[in-house]
């Protein structure tokens, strides 16, 4: 698809959004956000919401009382910290591409953020993160020119993307990286296929860290090859940048797929197939400590396929997508469209797994007909809500996620 295509259907996918520009609907939505955010009123909004969440997640049970749609073909959803009711994710347009949203978790407030923006990716852009003081978006975003299989640059392989930054209000981007990749046939023969995936910052708002792979790997293996990397970000308003990047490639396996840092920054929370002879079709939790290098496995479960987890604000908990009892059914010659999966959690240590639900169970009040993968989450500042990415067939939605 040419670029002049891809520009005119976004200007005809425009009657899902109101008929105001882009840029001056996403600005009207978030100046009040912006405005306190010097951040006047929300940062204290912030900190007494936090301090008053120990109490209130230590009451909990932690069984699903609701699960409500926010959004339909959209997914991988970030909870903004500075502002306990805004929500980032990235939702499929009518042109076949994603792009990055933000929305209020009520479904109120809906704003675009890199639809037909200029100077940035005008295919698929995924993946969002917030800053915690909201005043940038960090997300994937998919170079005009590569070879290789379009369906390597599905937002959730991450082929042919490179880190962005985004100002909130959408008014200025930054390309964050700059990874060398084939162009054309030609290039191929000497340049590999490599992708970004989930960058996410820390809790201080001084690092990012993301997944980024390259085929065929850095010896030339075949397949995938994933590491981890983690940079200083470096808040200059007028020019945001990565300094000090730092890679980090546990275990043998080829599959590292970072989903945040903990509470502290201390630690990352991944999955990954790292223990010897596990295959790409099953993947553990993991904890990787920054400091050591050193990983440690938090639910050895060497058939099942565990990812999209989340850890909660008190560093407690760990909510997370599992096909543990399902795990037959998974064809590993199409792992992505045969993953039937549930939500479980556990402690942060990984004691006291347990599944919370039952999408593939006649009569159970979360049944759904067909098959759904439980995929990413995000927990709401409060502790007692999550944004959770489900799949049905080739159709992703966000739904809204209570606790008691």
Request: proline share 7%.
């Amino acid at each position: 698809m040419s670029v002049r295509e891809r520009e005119t259907m976004v200007r005809e996918a425009k009657n899902l959004m109101p008929r105001t520009s882009p840029r001056l609907t996403r600005r009207r939505f978030l100046a009040g956000t912006l405005a306190a955010a010097g951040l006047g009123v929300l940062p204290r909004l912030g900190r007494a919401a936090s301090g008053g969440q120990g109490k209130m997640e230590s009451a909990l049970k932690y069984n699903i009382k609701n699960m409500r749609l926010l959004v339909e073909n959209g997914g991988q959803t970030d909870w903004a910290r500075h502002d306990p009711e805004l929500i980032t994710y990235c939702r499929l347009e009518k042109d076949g591409f994603w792009d990055v949203w933000t929305i209020r978790s009520d479904g109120a407030g809906l704003a675009p953020l890199t639809v037909d923006e200029p100077g940035i990716p005008r295919l698929n852009n995924a993946n969002p993160g917030w800053h915690p003081s909201g005043k940038y978006i960090a997300f994937q975003g998919e170079r005009d020119r590569f070879f290789g299989d379009r369906f390597l640059s599905h937002p959730g392989v991450g082929g042919f993307c490179n880190v962005w930054l985004g100002k909130s209000d959408g008014s200025r981007f930054w390309q964050l990286t700059d990874l060398p990749c084939a162009a054309t046939a030609e290039e191929a023969r000497s340049k590999p296929v490599t992708g970004v995936l989930m960058p996410k910052f820390s809790h201080n708002g001084k690092k990012l860290h993301w997944s980024q792979w390259q085929s065929p790997g850095p010896k030339g293996e075949k397949g995938w090859w994933w590491d981890i990397r983690v940079a200083d970000f470096i808040d200059d308003e007028q020019n945001p940048r990565l300094a000090n990047v730092t890679t980090y490639n546990p275990g043998p396996g080829p599959f590292k797929e970072c989903f945040m840092f903990t509470p502290d920054d201390k630690k990352l929370l991944l999955a990954g197939n790292l223990e010897p002879g596990l295959a790409q079709t099953a993947l553990d939790l993991y904890l990787l400590d920054l400091t050591t290098g050193r990983v440690e496995n938090l639910t050895r479960t060497p058939t099942a396929w565990e990812e999209g987890c989340k850890m909660s604000p008190d560093g407690k908990k760990i909510f997370f997508g599992s096909n543990e009892g399902y795990e037959h059914l998974l064809d590993p010659k199409n792992p992505f469209g045969t993953r039937q999966a549930e939500y479980w959690i556990m402690d942060a240590d990984g004691s006291n797994k347990r599944r919370l639900t039952w999408f593939h169970e006649p009569g159970h009040p979360f049944y759904r007909p067909g098959q759904t993968h439980a995929a990413v989450v995000s927990w709401a500042p409060d502790g007692r809500r999550l944004s959770a990415c489900m799949g049905s067939g080739d159709k992703l939605e966000v739904r809204i996620i209570e606790l008691e």
